[in-house]
């Protein structure tokens, strides 16, 4: 999903500021959040606007990604790092209402989630 790189976080940012997460228990934490991030990657309302055309981007994106998957509890058949970098991206996207998931993407997100005992977010999606 590198290619996700340029735009994931247009998609992710402004859900995490929207979401109930412990991190923004204060305004004041939210507050910070806000002003520093929408300082380097521009408006969350303005990405919020262009949620459709991101969340068709990532589809594609993890189309790709689909045909890449070895085995579903481990993207290349054994844990590596690469699992490290790939299941926290998936499980953040969570978040985001709406993606459609390929079965062996979302094998494999549902997989890592439980080996790792750590929730996906989708009950919080946006």
């Known amino acids: 999903l590198r290619t996700g790189n340029g735009y994931v976080n247009q998609l992710l940012l402004p859900r995490f500021a929207k ?3 412990d ?3 204060s305004a004041a934490a939210l507050q910070y959040f806000i002003r520093k991030k929408e300082a ?3 408006s969350f309302d ?3 606007a262009h949620s459709a055309g991101l969340i068709k981007k990532i589809g594609d ?3 790709l990604l689909d ?3 070895v085995q579903p509890n481990a993207v290349n058949g054994e844990l590596s790092e690469d699992d490290i ?3 926290p991206l998936l499980r953040n996207l969570t978040l985001v209402a709406g993606i459609h998931w390929p079965t062996k993407v979302a094998d494999y997100r549902d ?3 439980k080996q790792t005992q750590i929730n996906l977010l989708s009950s919080m999606a946006i």
Do not use: V, W
Request: one cysteine or more.
């Open 19 to 21: 979401s109930a997460i």
């Open 67 to 69: 045909k890449l998957i």
């Open 85 to 87: 970098h790939l299941f």
């Open 40 to 42: 380097s990657s521009g």
């Open 46 to 48: 303005n990405h919020l």
């Open 111 to 113: 997989n890592m989630a």
């Open 61 to 63: 994106d993890l189309r």
């Open 23 to 25: 991190e923004f228990c």
